[in-house]
Protein backbone atom coordinates (compact mmCIF):
# COMPACT_ATOMS: atom_id res chain seq x y z
CA UNK A 1 0.00 0.00 0.00
CA UNK A 2 2.66 2.29 0.67
CA UNK A 3 4.15 1.94 -2.79
CA UNK A 4 0.90 3.05 -4.22
CA UNK A 5 1.47 6.61 -2.78
CA UNK A 6 4.39 7.03 -3.66
CA UNK A 7 4.80 7.16 -7.52
CA UNK A 8 1.95 9.59 -7.79
CA UNK A 9 3.25 11.79 -4.56
CA UNK A 10 6.88 12.08 -6.22
CA UNK A 11 5.22 13.12 -9.59
CA UNK A 12 3.07 15.90 -7.83
CA UNK A 13 6.18 17.08 -5.83
CA UNK A 14 7.96 17.36 -9.42
CA UNK A 15 5.34 18.88 -10.96
CA UNK A 16 5.00 21.76 -8.78
CA UNK A 17 8.81 22.30 -8.63
CA UNK A 18 9.50 22.60 -12.52
CA UNK A 19 5.70 24.92 -12.02
CA UNK A 20 7.86 27.08 -9.67
CA UNK A 21 10.95 27.51 -11.45
CA UNK A 22 9.30 28.52 -14.53
CA UNK A 23 7.31 31.25 -12.77
CA UNK A 24 10.79 32.82 -12.04
CA UNK A 25 12.47 32.35 -14.92
CA UNK A 26 9.46 34.01 -16.84
CA UNK A 27 9.22 36.42 -14.00
CA UNK A 28 13.57 37.03 -14.99
CA UNK A 29 12.45 37.16 -18.67
CA UNK A 30 9.46 39.65 -18.38
CA UNK A 31 11.57 41.94 -15.89
CA UNK A 32 14.54 41.97 -18.30
CA UNK A 33 12.15 42.99 -21.30
CA UNK A 34 10.22 45.26 -19.34
CA UNK A 35 13.47 47.38 -17.77
CA UNK A 36 15.09 47.23 -21.77
CA UNK A 37 11.73 49.50 -22.84
CA UNK A 38 12.27 51.51 -20.20
CA UNK A 39 9.93 50.86 -17.74
CA UNK A 40 9.95 51.42 -14.23
CA UNK A 41 8.81 50.49 -10.67
CA UNK A 42 7.70 47.09 -12.51
CA UNK A 43 5.53 44.82 -10.66
CA UNK A 44 4.92 41.11 -12.18
CA UNK A 45 1.62 39.15 -10.83
CA UNK A 46 0.87 35.86 -11.98
CA UNK A 47 -2.53 36.03 -13.58
CA UNK A 48 -4.09 32.59 -14.72
CA UNK A 49 -7.55 33.32 -16.01
CA UNK A 50 -6.25 36.72 -18.16
CA UNK A 51 -7.89 37.29 -20.98
CA UNK A 52 -7.49 34.57 -23.78
CA UNK A 53 -6.50 32.05 -21.47
CA UNK A 54 -9.02 29.54 -22.16
CA UNK A 55 -7.60 28.48 -25.55
CA UNK A 56 -4.16 29.10 -24.79
CA UNK A 57 -2.26 25.44 -24.02
CA UNK A 58 1.21 25.36 -22.38
CA UNK A 59 1.52 29.11 -21.86
CA UNK A 60 1.83 31.03 -18.60
CA UNK A 61 -0.34 34.55 -18.09
CA UNK A 62 1.14 37.41 -16.18
CA UNK A 63 -0.55 40.93 -15.29
CA UNK A 64 2.70 43.56 -15.36
CA UNK A 65 2.06 46.98 -13.98
CA UNK A 66 4.58 49.72 -14.55
CA UNK A 67 5.44 53.14 -15.00
CA UNK A 68 6.47 54.07 -18.82
CA UNK A 69 8.85 56.76 -19.52
CA UNK A 70 6.59 59.37 -18.74
CA UNK A 71 5.68 58.59 -15.48
CA UNK A 72 2.09 57.14 -16.20
CA UNK A 73 1.36 53.96 -14.51
CA UNK A 74 0.06 51.55 -16.86
CA UNK A 75 -0.73 47.70 -16.89
CA UNK A 76 -0.34 44.89 -19.72
CA UNK A 77 -1.18 41.34 -19.65
CA UNK A 78 1.38 39.19 -21.11
CA UNK A 79 2.00 35.40 -22.24
CA UNK A 80 5.16 33.37 -22.35
CA UNK A 81 5.92 29.82 -22.16
CA UNK A 82 8.96 27.99 -22.11
CA UNK A 83 10.20 27.76 -25.58
CA UNK A 84 8.50 30.81 -27.08
CA UNK A 85 9.21 34.82 -26.42
CA UNK A 86 7.05 37.24 -24.28
CA UNK A 87 3.96 38.27 -26.43
CA UNK A 88 1.92 41.19 -24.65
CA UNK A 89 -1.27 42.41 -25.03
CA UNK A 90 -2.77 45.31 -25.59
CA UNK A 91 -3.01 47.82 -22.43
CA UNK A 92 -5.01 46.02 -19.18
CA UNK A 93 -6.57 49.55 -18.51
Not at 5 to 27: E, S
Not at 72 to 87: A, D, E, N, P, W
Amino acid sequence: MDGDIIVPLVIAVVFVGVRVFLHFKDKDRILAVAQQKGWQDITISWAPFAPGWFFEKGERHYLVSYRDRNGKRCQQYCKTSLLTGIFWRDSAG
